[in-house]
T-cell receptor, first 116, second 110 residues
């Protein structure tokens, strides 16, 4: 399996522009997570999906952020308009529910966003 | 209160020593606990999982879980410079959420 695939790996944009980050989870995984990582705030959970349905979006910082999962093999995280404080590494991760005793997260390589 | 709290670090140990990393959590019904390692510029990767009270050993790594005290720890024996990384404590809640602590940065000095 190719693992979790994220794109783009790096994005540099100007304040006010729309940013779209993409994620392809591992086939067969029914949970998908979006995290944001910064030095100051660590690894923050933004939103997670189960079977393509958003379960908890309480970590989404504000209305400028939105996430979708139109099917089991694709998810997007959109920021519109972007601001310099959105600069961070955004990770997508997926896992299976398992029998309650699995649950390892598999991470993509991350998308490094810089907003000027 | 954060769901997962870790020693703020950073932690520095000499090569060959034991490194001890600690974590507490607030959700009493959480069942699954994990330690991830993250090298600088890379994504987190799983090194240990633990589900039952007690110790679980895998090579130089030992995870310890005490559900009554809501405490999870990771011991790294015979620490090597290649163990230098940030270690993230994580848990899965019954609702399916996977949540992380802020991480502890470990440096192993040759």
């Amino acid at each position: 399996d190719a693992g979790v695939i994220q794109s783009p790996r790096h994005e540099v944009t100007e304040m006010g522009q729309e940013v779209t980050l993409r994620c392809k989870p591992i086939s067969g995984h029914d949970y998908l997570f979006w995290y944001r990582q910064t030095m100051m705030r660590g690894l923050e959970l933004l939103i997670y999906f189960n079977n393509n349905v958003p379960i908890d979006d309480s970590g989404m910082p504000e209305d400028r952020f939105s996430a979708k999962m139109p099917n089991a093999s694709f998810s997007t995280l959109k920021i519109q308009p972007s601001e310099p404080r959105d600069s961070a590494v955004y990770f997508c991760a997926s896992r299976v529910r398992g029998g309650g005793y699995t649950g390892e997260l598999f991470f993509g390589e991350g998308s490094r966003l810089t907003v000027l | 209160q954060k769901e997962v709290e870790q020693n703020s670090g950073p932690l520095s140990v000499p090569e060959g020593a034991i490194a001890s990393l600690n974590c507490t959590y607030s959700d009493r019904v959480s069942q699954s606990f994990f330690w991830y390692r993250q090298y600088s510029g890379k994504s987190p990767e799983l090194i240990m999982s633990i589900y039952s009270n007690g110790d679980k050993e895998d090579g130089r790594f030992t995870a310890q879980l005490n559900k009554a005290s809501q405490y999870v720890s990771l011991l790294i024996r015979d620490s090597q410079p290649s163990d230098s990384a940030t270690y993230l404590c994580a848990l899965n809640t019954n609702a399916g959420k996977s949540t992380f602590g802020d991480g502890t940065t470990l440096t192993v000095k040759p």
